[in-house]
């Protein structure tokens, strides 16, 4: 079946550091990844997403690697802030056409100052 | 520009009343959707819409009716609350179901006592 999960339920970062997210997907014939972030009180937020036809996306302080073979996705925040302190969600597109988004469980991310 | 917007933010119901979550956005997006997320369950996808006039059920539709009269407007009503329906739910819309980013509203927090 497909479902999404990620490696680590809460990540614990210094202000400045690097941070990784990892996520794990079952489902090989995924053809669309996205990463939400969400405040506490809050809706996901798009951070960035993938195609499959993809290995490496840039945005703005945050880049996204996907791995097929293993069917690993992960999410590298660049010098983390404090105001990156959040849960991270990756989505899976479920296939077919109905445009469901396959939500892993949320990797907390704490930023210490 | 307002993007999704979800009233009410909270709601208290007893058991066996029914009530309407709504949903609205203002960015002309043809596809919507409603989550519901629940303690170490994730997101899971209970109505989506492709377009005015059309709805389809998710993966957890049981309780839940919705309509799609217009582009803007997708809400989601719950027919006779139960407990188990004590939840966060989310709507979100984008351009496609296939390949684009889904935006969320910031929730509505639902207890049925």
């Known amino acids: 079946g497909e479902s999404v999960g990620l490696h680590l339920p809460t990540l614990s970062v210094q202000e400045g550091d690097n941070s990784i997210i990892n996520c794990a997907y079952s489902?090989?014939?995924?053809?669309?990844f996205i990463w939400y972030k969400q405040e506490s009180g809050k809706g996901p937020q798009f951070i960035i997403d993938i195609r499959s036809n993809m290995d490496k996306r840039q945005g703005q302080r945050v880049t996204v690697l996907l791995n097929k073979t293993v069917k690993h996705l992960s999410l590298q925040i660049a010098a983390t802030q404090p105001g990156d302190s959040a849960v991270y969600f990756c989505?899976?597109?479920?296939?077919?056409?109905?445009?469901?988004?396959?939500f892993g469980q949320g990797t907390t991310l704490q930023v210490k100052p | 520009n307002a993007g999704v917007t979800q009233t009410p933010k909270f709601q208290v119901l007893k058991t066996g009343q029914s009530m309407t979550l709504q949903c609205a956005q203002d960015?002309?997006?043809?596809?919507m959707s409603w989550y519901r997320q629940d303690p170490g369950m994730g997101l899971r996808l209970i109505h989506y819409?492709?377009?005015?006039?059309?709805?389809d059920q998710g993966e957890v539709p049981n309780g839940y009716n919705v309509s799609r009269s217009t582009t803007e407007d997708f809400p989601l009503r719950l027919l006779s609350a139960a407990p188990s329906q004590t939840s966060v739910y989310f709507c979100?819309?984008?351009?496609?179901?296939?390949?684009?980013?889904?935006?969320f509203g910031d929730g509505t927090r639902l207890s049925i006592l």
């Open positions: 979100a819309s984008s351009y496609s179901p296939l390949g684009q980013p889904q935006h």
């Open positions: 819409s492709v377009g005015a006039g059309i709805t």
């Open positions: 960015m002309n997006h043809e596809y």
């Open positions: 989505a899976e597109r479920a296939s077919g056409n109905t445009g469901k988004l396959i």
């Open positions: 489902n090989s014939a995924s053809d669309y």
